[in-house]
């Protein structure tokens, strides 16, 4: 008989094992996920710009602008 196979990660908040089949996965409680949540709502995680090209600069100037004429 197949066992079922689960993944074993560690909580991103406490550091404690948890499994891919918890319930509140991938956070070991609800403590853990209501915390995490508090985080993202007060800015302690932030997603970066992408960054620019340089032909995306050029392509953004306006030929006929004054000031891009150096």
Known sequence: ???KSSLKLRCPICKKP???TAADF???SE???TIDLGKWASG???IS???KDAEE???DRNPD???GDA
């Open 1 to 3: 008989m197949p066992r």
């Open 18 to 20: 948890v499994t891919s």
């Open 26 to 28: 991938p956070f070991c």
């Open 31 to 33: 403590r853990c996920r």
């Open 44 to 46: 302690a995680y932030v």
């Open 49 to 51: 710009s992408p960054v």
């Open 57 to 59: 600069g050029i392509h």
């Open 65 to 67: 602008d004054p000031e």
